[in-house]
Nanobody
Framework: EDQLVETGGGSVRAGGSLRLSCEAT?????LAWFRQVPGYEREGVASIYTDNGPKKGTTSYADSVKGRFTVSLDNAKNTVTLQMDSLRAEDTGLYYCATGGLYNGVCRLRPSQYRVWGRGTQGTVSS
C-alpha cells in the first residue's frame, strides 16, 4: 500500500519560513502539495513531475505562492520538499501531500487528480 508522510509543520511569524517534507513509499507521475483551512475547500499549492523523462522536475505553483514557495524532489529518498518563505497569515493551514497521475499530460493542482494522500502537517503563521 502506497503511503505518504508529511513532516516539518510548525508555527512561525509572518515573514518567516517553514520547510515541509513528504516521504513516499512510492512515487507516481506527480506529487502535489495542498492546504486546507476549516470551512474552506482544499487548495492546490504546488506540484512537481516526479516520473523519469524529459518532464521530470517540472513544477507548477498557485498564483498566491509564486515567488515565495519552492517545491523540489530528492529522488534517492523518494522525498519532495516544500520550502515556504515570506510566509503570510493566509498561508496558515493543514498541508497535505498527494501523489497521482497526469491530467492532459500535466501535473495540475486539482485534488481529483491525486489518489494517495498523506495525513497532513499543520503550518501556522501569526501576523
Amino acid at each position: 500500500e502506497d503511503q505518504l508522510v508529511e513532516t516539518g509543520g510548525g508555527s512561525v511569524r509572518a515573514g518567516g519560513s517553514l520547510r515541509l517534507s513528504c516521504e513516499a513509499t512510492r512515487l507516481n507521475y506527480c506529487l502535489a502539495w495542498f492546504r486546507q483551512v476549516p470551512g474552506y475547500e482544499r487548495e492546490g499549492v504546488a506540484s512537481i513531475y516526479t516520473d523519469n523523462g524529459p518532464k521530470k522536475g517540472t513544477t507548477s505553483y498557485a498564483d498566491s505562492v509564486k515567488g515565495r514557495f519552492t517545491v523540489s524532489l530528492d529522488n534517492a529518498k523518494n522525498t519532495v520538499t516544500l520550502q515556504m518563505d515570506s510566509l503570510r497569515a493566509e498561508d496558515t493551514g493543514l498541508y497535505y501531500c498527494a501523489t497521482g497521475g497526469l491530467y492532459n499530460g500535466v501535473c495540475r493542482l486539482r485534488p481529483s487528480q491525486y489518489r494517495v494522500w498523506g495525513r497532513g502537517t499543520q503550518g501556522t503563521v501569526s501576523s
